[in-house]
T-cell receptor, first 114, second 114 residues
Framework: AQSVTQLGSHVSVSEGALVLLRCNYS??????LFWYVQYPNQGLQLLLK??????LVKGINGFEAEFKKSETSFHLTKPSAHMSDAAEYFC????????????FGRGTSLIVHP | NAGVTQTPKFRVLKTGQSMTLLCAQD?????MYWYRQDPGMGLRLIHY???????AKGEVPDGYNVSRLKKQNFLLGLESAAPSQTSVYFC?????????????FGEGSRLTVL
């Protein structure tokens, strides 16, 4: 069984401030972890993924995430927010072997103020 | 490259009517999925397919049927639409086994049931 919890349905930051979106997971097997971004009226696109290689993963648009097994976390960060980062962000977990049926969190809406 | 294409993009139905959503992918992916997205609920898996001719139930399958007669197509049917099926529907695909589980999404189909 696997599950994902995203803390905070909305996160509000000022342009230029640090972005931190939290994701905790549970998985009975070593997981693959993903962050997806959804811009208004669009589908989801992959930001970054962890697949048991380096624990610090760099993605597109300056985002990165760190896999912490001891904390069962995979938080998404970006040093300096840009107005164009305003979107919905989804964390997802998939078992590392077998079905590849991912489970998604409920999403966090990132609001960026000028 | 088209990727994952969903048709139609918008549809309004009356309660009790039927309809089919079509998903087509041109990446030769084995796995295909149908999700629904509702505010505050994230993405919930309706049905999925791990190969041509196979389908399986996801988290919220009631009221929906699917078919995968061709590898590149995955159809989602509503036999008797209900207002509770008002949602945005996303199709996704993935290579399946020997892959890390990353999903490729279509742009969504917005369905309103009156």
């Amino acid at each position: 069984a696997q599950s994902v919890t995203q803390l905070g349905s909305h996160v509000s930051v000022s342009e230029g401030a640090l972005v931190l979106l939290r994701c905790n997971y549970s998985s009975s097997v070593p997981p693959y972890l993903f962050w997806y971004v959804q811009y208004p009226n669009q589908g989801l696109q992959l930001l970054l993924k962890y697949t048991s290689a380096a624990t610090l993963v760099k993605g597109i648009n300056g985002f990165e995430a760190e896999f912490k097994k001891s904390e069962t976390s995979f938080h998404l960060t970006k040093p300096s927010a840009h107005m164009s980062d305003a979107a919905e962000y989804f964390c997802a977990v998939s078992p590392s072997g077998g079905s590849y049926i991912p489970t998604f969190g409920r999403g966090t809406s990132l609001i960026v103020h000028p | 490259n088209a990727g994952v294409t969903q048709t139609p993009k918008f549809r309004v139905l009356k309660t009790g009517q039927s309809m089919t959503l079509l998903c087509a992918q041109d990446m030769n992916h084995e796995y295909m999925y149908w999700y629904r997205q509702d505010p505050g609920m994230g993405l919930r898996l309706i049905h999925y397919s791990v190969g041509e001719g196979t389908t399986a139930k996801g988290e919220v399958p009631d009221g929906y049927n699917v078919s995968r007669l061709k590898k590149q197509n995955f159809l989602l049917g509503l036999e008797s639409a209900a207002p509770s099926q008002t949602s945005v529907y996303f199709c996704a695909s993935s290579p399946g086994l020997a892959n890390t589980g990353e999903l490729f999404f279509g742009e969504g189909s917005r369905l309103t049931v009156l």
